[in-house]
């Protein structure tokens, strides 16, 4: 009998395992399918409450809230990053004033 040894490659590794390896785009496209599904079942659950305060607090609470809390801390690299450039951008604008002279 013979055993193959099937390396395991980063793919496998990864806990991301079927992200690894595509693009922003598709990453950015899965996270907007769930996003979309997550607003439609907070909305199916709204609709199930007996008085229209219960359904919009019910949706606020369920749906908008975690949307709001996981969009805020999945775009605070992209946020630091832009930060980052705008503080680079303003120094090469400012020069040292000694050289002008």
């Known amino acids: 009998m013979r055993c193959n040894i099937i390396p395991v490659n980063a793919r496998q590794r990864s806990p991301l395992g079927l992200l690894a390896g595509r693009r922003a785009a598709d990453y950015a496209l899965a996270m907007h399918m769930i996003i979309i599904a997550w ?10 409450e007996p008085s229209v305060v219960g359904a919009v ?4 609470f369920y749906g908008l809230v975690p949307v709001a809390i996981i969009a805020y801390i999945g775009t605070s690299r992209r946020r630091r990053e832009s930060i980052r450039m705008r503080e680079r951008s303003d120094d090469d604008h400012r020069g040292d004033p000694q050289r002008d002279q």
Do not use: D, E, M, P
């Open 39 to 48: 607003l439609y079942v907070a909305g199916l659950v709204a609709a199930t």
């Open 57 to 60: 607090l019910s949706f606020f």
